[in-house]
């Protein structure tokens, strides 16, 4: 069982910065890789960043050069650094890992960028 629990949406102004956390708890030992998705209002959940316990990265190409997904040496918490931040960067955003053939999901924090 992994739990996961993100923080640090808010409010900001386009072109302003946010940093998430995804905080993990549980068998953290058996997580592999940790992503970041994002679901706007009236869209499908995308995936925006992931990160392997090796450290290796991916991003979706609308955030490439805008958004760095780190993580810490226990991968039990994981960070999406936003920059430049664009009104259609605003939705709910979750932390993600998939243990085995089972999906875990956090309850997902807001961002909001105001143009």
């Known amino acids: 069982q992994v739990q996961l629990v993100e923080s640090g949406g808010g409010l900001v102004q386009a072109g302003g910065s946010l940093r998430l956390s995804c905080a993990a708890s549980?068998?953290?030992?058996?997580?592999?890789?940790m992503d970041w998705y994002r679901q706007a209002s009236g869209k499908q959940r995308e995936l925006v960043a992931g990160?392997?316990?090796?450290?290796?990265?991916n991003y979706t190409d609308s955030v490439m050069g805008r958004f760095t997904i780190s993580k810490n040496i226990f991968m039990n918490t994981v960070y999406l650094q936003m920059n430049s931040l664009k009104p259609e960067d605003t939705a709910v955003y979750y932390c993600?890992?998939?243990?085995?053939?089972?999906?875990?999901w956090g309850t997902g924090t807001l961002v909001t960028v105001s143009s």
């Open positions: 549980g068998s953290i030992f058996s997580i592999n890789a």
């Open positions: 993600h890992t998939l243990v085995g053939i089972r999906n875990y």
């Open positions: 990160i392997t316990r090796g450290g290796s990265t």
